[in-house]
């Protein structure tokens, strides 16, 4: 049964995006439409509070007013939850976020009445062990680097595909990422762009020391086991560039694509991911049009 409560997530540091939470939520007051605010948010706007586990249970889907940044936090507080994510994009390239803040009241009234499908997002598991134990399990929508702390230096990364060694990389560090985050930082990596519906997981090295080193795609089942040598001092393991974690000697990470946890995406009806690259990558912004010489 539709009960028009619509989750509303926003970056409370961006001026911009309060004004439009503000805007909208005073719209929705007006239009039958119950944006439901957790308790952060609300805290922003002096508006009553939605507790977070009851926000997580109610809502219909959630709105998501920011940059990738503020998406892909809002993707982690929502972990576990099929609630489906539309971003509006209040920042720079917006891969994740990609509605209009002008058409922000369009597209929402299109998701109410189901103008919309749903694509799923691929996640990350990510495994710290240390000795026999595992210390952190985290999950990823976009990607999990390993790098060097502060000291400028190149690192040795063994990496494993379940029993068979892959590589020993020597580089600033190793970025596992989603299909999702191949437009991220494993872009700039040198990685290739996946198409989000493509179970994968790419593995590509920052800065290799060395001219053979390329990123690799694996498989769908593929485990991934990176595991320091020589000088593993002062290491770090983020979590979508976000959340960081100290690995000490001796921990390696373990890493696939979690076989039971998405992400549901709202994608509207009218665009396509390929219009979305040919947008956001400036394809064919050349001067050149179709048919032309």
């Known amino acids: 049964m539709q009960t028009n409560n619509v989750g509303l997530l926003f970056n409370t540091q961006k001026p911009e995006a309060i004004k439009l939470a503000a805007k909208l939520y005073a719209w929705g007051r007006e239009s039958g439409i119950n944006f439901m605010l957790p308790p952060h948010e609300a805290s922003a706007l002096s508006i009553p509070e939605i507790p977070d586990n009851i926000w997580k249970q109610e809502v219909e889907f959630a709105v998501i007013l920011g940059g990738d940044g ?142 053979y080193a390329r990123p690799v795609v694996l498989g769908e089942n593929d485990r991934a086991y990176v595991t320091p040598k020589g000088d593993n001092r002062n290491l770090i393991l983020t979590q979508d560039g976000q959340l960081c974690y100290e690995l000490l000697p001796d921990d390696h990470l373990e890493a696939m694509l979690d076989p039971d946890m998405r992400i549901n995406i709202i994608q509207l009806k009218d665009r396509s991911y390929y219009d979305l690259l040919r947008e956001k990558l400036r394809w064919g912004f050349n001067g050149i049009t179709d048919g032309g010489d």
Request: hydrophobic share 45%.
């Open 70 to 211: 503020t998406f892909l936090r809002a993707a982690r507080y929502t972990f576990g939850y099929p609630i489906p994510l539309y971003g509006i994009n209040l920042g720079r390239l917006g891969f994740l976020a990609t509605g209009d803040p002008k058409s922000a009241k369009e597209d929402i009234t299109s998701i109410l009445a189901k103008n919309y499908t749903l694509q799923q997002r691929h996640l990350l598991k990510g495994l710290v062990w240390r000795g026999e134990r595992v210390v952190y399990e985290l999950h990823a929508l976009n990607d999990l680097v390993i790098s060097k702390g502060n000291l400028a230096r190149v690192i040795d990364l063994e990496v494993k595909v379940g029993d068979q060694i892959l590589s020993l990389f020597l580089a600033d560090g190793l970025i596992l990422s989603t299909p999702t985050g191949s437009t991220a930082y494993a872009l700039s990596a040198g990685g290739p762009i996946v198409p989000p519906h493509v179970p994968c997981m790419l593995l590509a090295p920052i800065c290799a020391h060395t001219l």
